[in-house]
T-cell receptor, first 113, second 115 residues
């Protein structure tokens, strides 16, 4: 079955610095990959998704991620962190016609002023 | 366009009791998935409903059950509550399986505390 591993449960950056959140996936078939963000006491909001089109995916709020099959990775980046980016970020994987989206354990992003 | 709505937002139960959580799917979506998110963890798949039938289940015991109604809304029922059932329960809706890309649209969740 497909799975994702998020490297680093907590990442701290300064405002204006690069944000890099790491995600590696495992799947026996071509996957769909997602990044979701969760603010305190809220549900999950989709940031971006990879669905086998362009390998560099741009999402909301200036985030982007690159699908690298050779590295089985789908890392999330943002060139310049903003205080409002502080939240929990989840990487997730799904496969076509499967009904079980698998989530990573999450990475908490802290942005320091 | 109405998003996914869940009720209640918070509730407290005691061990052994039963609970029902409700979810209204986003307009146009006929598939509903339920997830359990324990504190500090990622969401774990409970089950999915499509056309009023269970269409896949995660590693949860039978005391977790569900329903989907003709209007695509859904209920999650948990019997014989245990302390470890304390979690945020998330409902997510999506397009028909044949068209789906896997994207899920989440509600804000129901936070259950079991004492």
């Amino acid at each position: 079955a497909q799975s994702v591993t998020q490297l680093g449960s907590h990442v701290s950056v300064s405002e204006g610095a690069l944000v890099l959140l790491r995600c590696n996936y495992s799947s026996s078939v071509p996957p769909y990959l997602f990044w979701y963000v969760q603010y305190p006491n809220q549900g999950l909001q989709l940031l971006l998704k990879y669905t086998s089109a362009a390998t560099l995916v741009k999402g909301i709020n200036g985030f982007e991620a690159e699908f690298k099959k050779s590295e089985t990775s789908f890392h999330l980046t943002k060139p310049s962190a903003h205080m409002s980016d502080a939240a929990e970020y989840f990487c997730a994987v799904s496969v076509y016609l499967d009904n079980d989206m698998r989530f990573g354990a999450g990475t908490r992003l802290t942005v320091k002023p | 366009e109405t998003g996914v709505t869940q009720s209640p937002t918070h509730l407290i139960k005691t061990r052994g009791q039963q609970v029902t959580l409700r979810c209204s799917s986003q307009s146009g979506h006929n598939t509903v998935s339920w997830y359990q998110q324990a504190l500090g963890q990622g969401p774990q798949f409970i089950f999915q409903y499509y056309r009023e039938e269970e269409n896949g289940r995660g590693n949860f015991p039978p005391r977790f059950s569900g329903l989907q109604f003709p209007n695509y809304s859904s209920e999650l029922n948990v019997n014989a509550l245990e302390l470890d059932d304390s979690a945020l329960y998330l409902c997510a809706s999506s397009l028909a399986i044949q068209k789906r890309t896997g994207e899920l649209f989440f509600g804000e969740g129901s936070r259950l505390t079991v004492l």
